[in-house]
């Protein structure tokens, strides 16, 4: 492929990121809503257990979740077990029943929300989201569906809707259909995520945010937020105050640390095209899940440079695309939803983060992988 005729298709799908300047100010914003609900004593606590009477759940953990939704503008929180997958199915499972419809994206769809969709009884209803006037003859003329489900981050290549537009023409046309926003891999790096754009939900992964294991989050309207709390009752299933607490920690340091990735990301996409690394046909940045650089390689060899690439210190697989224990830049397959949008990039593409690392660093990486 052209790397010119490339660059320009992939071009609007990259969602803007934000500068280290702007992640200084997000982060001071959390310090802020952080001390708004706690005191100073309290925050240096390791939190406490189990359901305390006043709120069914850990006192902290309903603290945590406080400073959650005045973070992120919205009118309530709620930290779940499950991750960013879990956090989907439960707000899912309160908005719909079985057989019942939902809008989604005509797009290969992720993994685990394909699954979620089977175990729930989902039907759904695919429209292009790049398309505005599809998106928005579907919403009036539908009188079925009960939700309607955007994800953040892009499920394919070619995707260049823009968030805040399509929630701000379904709301326009449609006030009475629910939002649901999967946000993994865009919170803390773009401008807003969905509740911030007039969403009713957004869910996310506070694992991704440098947060404990398993640890999901849903924000969003009040009362449907109360009634899945409400349901919560085992204390087993609880999220207790410890683990809030540890996720409100390490999310301070997401802004910045993902902003300097950000660059990094870029860095590597120029130098890449300026001809850094033999053997590469060429780069381009996509928010495949999160923001990469993939590499298209001139020969079929993609396989054998992620097992090279591995014995010289990059990852060979994500443990939750920009988790805490992720250091070392990680140099992957391209995603699963990528390859079955393009199915060329199982043997030619490479889906690099940089996470921790330097440009300068994969480049060496690379050259030795693919040229030795």
Do not use: W
Request: aromatic share 8%.
């Amino acid at each position: 492929m052209n790397y010119n005729v490339s660059k320009l298709k992939y071009a609007d799908a990259i969602l803007p990121a934000l500068t280290v300047q702007e992640a200084q100010q997000l982060q001071f914003k959390l310090v802020e809503k952080i001390s708004e609900h706690f005191s100073g004593a309290q925050f240096l606590t390791m939190g406490d257990l189990g359901v305390a009477s006043e709120f069914k759940k850990p006192e902290y953990t309903e603290k945590a979740e406080r400073v959650l939704a005045a973070f992120f503008d919205t009118e309530k929180a709620a930290l779940v077990r499950g991750a960013g997958t879990g956090a989907i199915r439960i707000i899912l499972s309160e908005l719909m029943t079985a057989g019942e419809t939902m809008i989604i994206h005509e797009a290969p769809v992720y993994t685990t929300t394909k699954d979620t969709i089977r175990m729930l009884g989902i039907n759904t209803k695919a429209v292009d989201y790049n398309d505005r006037k599809a998106v928005e003859e579907l919403v009036v003329d539908d009188k079925e569906s009960k939700v309607f489900y955007i994800q953040h981050a892009r499920q394919q290549i070619s995707d260049t809707y823009e968030l805040q537009k399509i929630i701000e023409l379904v709301k326009h046309r449609r006030p009475d259909l629910p939002i649901v926003v999967d946000d993994n891999y865009c919170v803390m790096k773009t401008n807003g995520i969905g509740v911030e754009y007039g969403a009713d939900f957004s869910t996310f992964s506070g694992f991704k945010l440098l947060g404990p294991e398993g640890i999901g989050v849903i924000v969003g309207k009040d009362q449907t937020i109360q009634q899945l709390k409400e349901k919560n009752y085992s204390g087993g299933g609880q999220v207790q105050g410890y683990e809030a607490l540890e996720l409100l920690r390490m999310m301070t340091f997401s802004p910045v640390l993902l902003a300097t990735q950000n660059e990094q990301v870029e860095e590597l996409c120029r130098l890449l095209n300026e001809g850094e690394v033999d053997g590469i046909e060429h780069a381009y940045i996509a928010n495949a899940q999160s923001k990469n650089v993939i590499v298209e390689l001139q020969e079929p060899i993609a396989e054998q440079v992620l097992k090279r690439s591995n014995e010289l210190g990059a990852a060979p697989h994500p443990v939750g695309a920009e988790s805490k224990y992720e250091i070392l830049p990680l140099i992957y397959r391209v995603s699963g939803s990528f390859i079955e949008a393009e199915p060329r990039l199982k043997k030619y593409g490479l889906r690099i983060n940089p996470m921790k690392a330097g440009a300068n660093m994969i480049l060496s990486i690379l050259d030795r992988a693919i040229n030795s």
